[in-house]
T-cell receptor, first 112, second 114 residues
Framework: SQQGEEDPQALSIQEGENATMNCSYK?????LQWYRQNSGRGLVHLIL?????REKHSGRLRVTLDTSKKSSSLLITASRAADTASYFC????????????FGKGITLSVRP | DAGVTQSPTHLIKTRGQQVTLRCSPK?????VSWYQQALGQGPQFIFQ???????QRGNFPDRFSGHQFPNYSSELNVNALLLGDSALYLC?????????????FGPGTRLLVL
């Protein structure tokens, strides 16, 4: 299964702090994506990191990928209350039958 | 550039009824995937449509069926509704020639089965 498993299940931090979220998976992949979901709404694509990349940045987001350990981390720096959401990782093997497989996600609460 | 749209936003049905949910993909996208998300869970893949054909399917019973139209829009049909079908149904679109890497999600349809 390509499903990622996110850790921790829940994270509560103070505004301004950094939030680190982890993802592990079991199969070989071509890329790994992180998505955010605000309460009860659709998922928003945050960032994609390819299997030949080790680190990628996008604004306040930093993603790392360690294919030898089959793990990824998402770091949100200088968190804001608006970052409060659920975060999902989706490891992906691309191809004709590619599909995203999600775990239960991480619930991030940023206290103002 | 319109993103992915879904209709209706909310729906209430009773057990045994049938429901049809609709999705319009992001402009230029040709692949539509459907997901079911129960409360507190991650989205679960139902099926994916490309070129008006079901390309792959997740672990869902035949009560769940779909259709893709020539304009790439899609419908999800659920027959003989069960209480357990209550969930947020998400549609996502992607572009096949890019390997379907990044999927763009709609806001979802929240279905409540009583």
């Amino acid at each position: 299964s390509q499903q990622g498993e996110e850790d921790p299940q829940a994270l509560s931090i103070q505004e301004g702090e950094n939030a680190t979220m982890n993802c592990s998976y079991k199969t070989s992949i071509n890329n790994l994506q992180w998505y955010r979901q605000n309460s009860g709404r659709g998922l928003v694509h945050l960032i994609l990191i390819r299997s030949n990349e080790r680190e990628k940045h996008s604004g306040r987001l930093r993603v790392t990928l360690d294919t030898s350990k089959k793990s990824s981390s998402l770091l949100i720096t200088a968190s804001r209350a608006a970052d409060t959401a659920s975060y999902f990782c989706a490891p992906l093997r691309t191809g004709a039958n590619s599909k995203l497989t999600f775990g239960k996600g991480i619930t991030l609460s940023v206290r103002p | 550039d319109a993103g992915v749209t879904q209709s209706p936003t909310h729906l209430i049905k009773t057990r045994g009824q049938q429901v049809t949910l609709r999705c319009s993909p992001k402009s230029g996208h040709d692949t539509v995937s459907w997901y079911q998300q129960a409360l507190g869970q991650g989205p679960q893949f139902i099926f994916q449509y490309y070129e008006e054909e079901e390309r792959q399917r997740g672990n869902f019973p035949d009560r769940f069926s779909g259709h893709q139209f020539p304009n790439y829009s899609s419908e999800l049909n659920v027959n003989a509704l069960l209480l357990g079908d209550s969930a947020l149904y998400l549609c996502a679109s992607s572009l096949s020639k890019t390997g379907g890497e990044t999927q763009y999600f709609g806001p979802g349809t929240r279905l409540l089965v009583l």
